[in-house]
C-alpha cells in the first residue's frame, strides 16, 4: 500500500484488525493482541518513514501519529463526514480489546424454547455489549434500543447481518447523530426502506379513494 493515503490504509487495516479481535477474544489472547499492535506499529513507522525519505523522525511522528486517550502514537488522520464535519479516524486499538470468556449454553437449552426467552435475551445482549467499544456511537444507540431490533422486536445480535439505519434520511437532511439513528437487522433495514413508497401513495390518495380501495371497487 505504498501509493495509498493513510485513511485508505486506516479502512483496510481496521475490519482486519477488528474481526481478528472479536473472534479471538474469547479466549487467553491478551499476549497476542499486544504482539499484533507492536508489529503493525512498526510496519506502519516503515511506512511512514518510507513516503518521506527527506524528512525527520519527529516530522513524521507528527504528521501520521497522534496523542488521543493519552496514547502518543496512535496512528491517526482526520477526515470528513457526510456533512463536512471533520472528525478523527483511528486505527483500530487491538491491544487494548477485552478478553470475553465465551459462556456455553445452558443445558439443552433451544432457542425454540418460549420458556427460555429472558434467557435467549440475556445471552444475546451480554454478547452485544462487548461487540462495540462501551460508550461509543454504536453501543449507545444499541443501548437506547434495548439491545433489540426495533422493527421487528428480536434481539439484535441474534446471527442476522446488522444495518445502520436513518430515521430521517441523510438526503433529506438527516444527521449522523444517535437519535436519528437505529441499529437494524438487514432483512428489517430493506423493509424500512420499501415503507415510504407505501406512504407516499396514501398521502396521495383521498379518504374515499382509499375507501374504494380497501372496499375492492
Not at 46 to 70: C, D, E, L, M
Not at 188 to 201: G, R
Not at 207 to 215: A, F, G, I, Q, V
Request: hydrophobic share 25%; proline share 5%; net charge positive.
Amino acid at each position: 500500500m505504498n501509493g495509498v493515503e493513510q485513511e485508505g490504509v486506516i479502512r483496510k487495516l481496521n475490519p482486519i484488525l477488528r474481526g481478528f479481535a472479536n473472534y479471538y477474544k474469547g479466549q487467553v489472547s491478551k499476549e497476542t493482541f499486544g504482539y499484533i499492535s507492536c508489529r503493525v506499529w512498526q510496519y506502519l513507522w516503515q511506512w511512514a518513514k518510507r513516503r518521506h525519505p527527506q524528512k525527520s523522525a519527529k516530522w513524521v511522528r507528527k504528521r501520521y501519529f497522534k496523542t488521543i486517550n493519552g496514547n502518543t502514537w496512535t496512528f491517526a488522520t482526520t477526515t470528513s463526514d457526510r456533512r463536512g464535519k471533520e472528525k478523527y479516524l483511528i486505527l483500530y486499538p487491538i491491544a487494548y480489546t477485552p478478553i470475553e470468556r465465551h459462556v456455553k449454553v445452558k443445558g439443552e437449552a433451544s432457542p425454540d424454547d418460549s420458556s427460555l426467552k429472558e434467557y435467549w435475551d440475556n445471552r444475546h445482549q451480554k454478547y452485544g455489549k462487548s461487540y462495540w467499544v462501551k460508550n461509543s456511537r454504536n453501543y449507545k444507540i444499541a443501548q437506547n434500543q434495548n439491545w433489540k431490533c426495533p422493527t421487528c422486536g428480536e434481539p439484535l445480535f441474534n446471527g442476522e447481518e446488522i444495518d445502520t439505519h436513518h430515521i430521517i434520511p441523510v438526503s433529506q437532511g438527516g444527521r449522523d447523530d444517535i437519535e436519528n439513528l437505529r441499529h437494524l437487522h438487514k432483512t428489517c433495514h430493506n423493509q424500512e426502506h420499501s415503507k415510504p413508497k407505501f406512504s407516499e401513495l396514501e398521502i396521495r390518495l383521498e379518504p374515499d379513494e382509499c375507501e374504494s380501495l380497501t372496499s375492492g371497487s
